[in-house]
């Protein structure tokens, strides 16, 4: 089956603009501090984004199915007195980035890599535990967003249970996995997480934009 065309745009990197690949979009935001970028179905949908600004399409799901009204009122709204977390990874394994933003402003908080030969459940864990530990640094009662089910399960464990091989070129993902492992079994937190209802509420506010 041929893979569907993608449009990607870039607001903010070098140098920004549409590309039609995930390779060319890769090379105007490699090295860019705070990348701003997203995928986008149509060459229409992405000329319209390019001509807006990329706050406004965050934490939008361009493909979010129909949900029942009580549904909607049984989830509610997203609590914005959060941050939110998420991985992104091209391949899998493939390079991959996780970070943490607030759920309200989408304002960057914390982003680590690219790293090579990581896989999007890895960062999904690394996220949620660097989430943890940045609340607890900070001293905050917020409460942390992830739309990964198996993240989540994996830090009530304590335990990255991930079958990705370990090699030379992804030696510091598995340095990370080891520390954020170590700081789970040694540190206390109240903080509580909760599971994003992407099916009610769009991407999670630290999506990538790369779906």
Same mark, same amino acid.
């Given at each position: 089956m041929r893979k569907k065309q993608k449009y990607y745009v870039v607001w903010l990197g070098n140098p920004a603009g549409i590309f039609d690949s995930w390779k060319e979009c890769q090379l105007s935001i490699k090295d860019v501090s705070g990348a701003q970028y997203k995928s986008f179905l149509t060459i229409e949908e992405a000329k319209k984004a390019f001509r807006n600004k990329y706050k406004d399409y965050i934490g939008i799901n361009t493909k979010k199915k129909k949900i029942s009204k009580e549904e909607l009122i049984k989830i509610g709204e997203p609590n914005l007195y959060t941050i939110s977390v998420d991985a992104a990874s091209s391949g899998n394994p493939g390079i991959m980035?996780? @970070?943490?933003?607030?759920?309200?402003? /989408?304002?960057?908080?914390? /982003?680590?890599?690219?790293? $090579?030969?990581?896989?999007?459940?890895?960062? $999904?864990? *690394?996220? !949620?535990? /660097?989430? !943890?530990?940045? +609340? #607890?640094?900070?001293?905050? %009662? @917020? =409460? &942390?967003?992830?739309?990964?089910?198996?993240?989540?399960?994996? &830090? =009530? @464990? =304590?335990?990255?249970?991930?079958?990705?091989?370990?090699? +030379? #070129?992804?030696? #510091? &993902?598995? %340095? *990370?996995? +080891? @520390?954020a492992e170590n700081w789970l079994k040694t540190n206390t937190y109240k903080t509580i997480i909760i599971k994003w209802e992407t099916k009610a509420w769009g991407e999670i506010p630290a999506d990538f934009g790369r779906k």
């Amino acid at each position: 089956m041929r893979k569907k065309q993608k449009y990607y745009v870039v607001w903010l990197g070098n140098p920004a603009g549409i590309f039609d690949s995930w390779k060319e979009c890769q090379l105007s935001i490699k090295d860019v501090s705070g990348a701003q970028y997203k995928s986008f179905l149509t060459i229409e949908e992405a000329k319209k984004a390019f001509r807006n600004k990329y706050k406004d399409y965050i934490g939008i799901n361009t493909k979010k199915k129909k949900i029942s009204k009580e549904e909607l009122i049984k989830i509610g709204e997203p609590n914005l007195y959060t941050i939110s977390v998420d991985a992104a990874s091209s391949g899998n394994p493939g390079i991959m980035e996780y @970070r943490g933003v607030d759920t309200q402003t /989408h304002q960057q908080l914390f /982003h680590q890599g690219p790293f $090579e030969q990581g896989t999007n459940n890895v960062g $999904e864990f *690394l996220a !949620l535990v /660097h989430g !943890l530990a940045f +609340l #607890k640094q900070n001293n905050s %009662d @917020r =409460k &942390i967003y992830s739309d990964s089910k198996i993240a989540i399960a994996w &830090i =009530k @464990r =304590k335990k990255c249970n991930t079958k990705l091989k370990k090699t +030379l #070129k992804n030696k #510091k &993902i598995f %340095d *990370l996995i +080891l @520390r954020a492992e170590n700081w789970l079994k040694t540190n206390t937190y109240k903080t509580i997480i909760i599971k994003w209802e992407t099916k009610a509420w769009g991407e999670i506010p630290a999506d990538f934009g790369r779906k």
